[in-house]
């Protein structure tokens, strides 16, 4: 298992909004040798994120309480409910939400976690630190180092790739990054965008 000194210490919850929580719980190693990281998934209605690509992690939630919406490029949207689950292997774009009226609870894994649970707390970091309004220079910093790992398919391929690049720059050059000097190398991966 990974004993990384940048590792961030668990338990961790990420507050999105009200009714809107992720939790890590724990760091353990499953039945494939890989470190994975138990996950807990509260969700207000409509809520959920964007659609998205793990390069590395397979991703895997169990409904508790409430219905989920899947969405998976080519295939038709579907829903599932208590004690179902879903898995996304790596490469496998996806999206979910909470499709009913009440708060969607879910539990799962993503394994390995690599610098997942890092990027996840510093993207919504960017999105509450503007109160909704994603903060758009870390947003390119973090898109373009974890490019390996993750990738967010709701924002257009054009900008991420001119338009990150030259906030990058420029936040490089007014020193807006001093805050990312210890953050987790990027872990590399077999997959890019154009095989999705």
């Known amino acids: 298992m990974q004993q990384d000194k940048n590792r961030v210490q668990l338990p961790l919850e990420i507050v999105n909004g009200p009714d809107d929580i992720v939790t890590f719980h724990r760091y353990y190693v499953d039945e494939q040798g890989r470190e994975a990281v138990a996950v807990e998934n509260r969700i207000?209605?409509?809520g959920g994120p964007?659609?998205?690509v793990h390069y590395r992690q397979d991703e895997s939630l169990t409904v508790?309480?409430?219905?989920?919406?899947?969405?998976?490029p080519g295939k038709p949207d579907r829903h599932i409910t208590i004690g179902e689950t879903v898995t996304w292997k790596t490469g496998q774009p996806h999206k979910f939400w909470n499709a009913g009226n009440d708060i969607l609870h879910c539990t799962g894994w993503v394994a390995p976690v690599d610098s997942f649970i890092f990027l996840l707390s510093e993207i919504h970091k960017a999105v509450n630190a503007?109160?909704?309004k994603p903060n758009m220079f870390d947003i390119a910093f973090l898109m373009r180092r974890y490019k390996s790992e993750f990738y967010m398919l709701e924002i257009p391929a054009f900008v991420q790739a001119t338009?990150?690049?030259l906030l990058v720059f420029?936040?490089?050059f007014v020193g807006r990054y001093k805050k990312y000097t210890d953050a987790p190398e990027p872990a590399t991966h077999s997959l890019?965008?154009?095989d999705i």
């Open 50 to 52: 964007p659609m998205h």
């Open 192 to 194: 890019s965008v154009t």
């Open 44 to 46: 207000p209605p409509k």
């Open 163 to 165: 338009f990150f690049p």
């Open 64 to 72: 508790v309480a409430g219905t989920m919406g899947i969405k998976e």
């Open 130 to 132: 503007g109160n909704g």
């Open 170 to 172: 420029i936040g490089k």
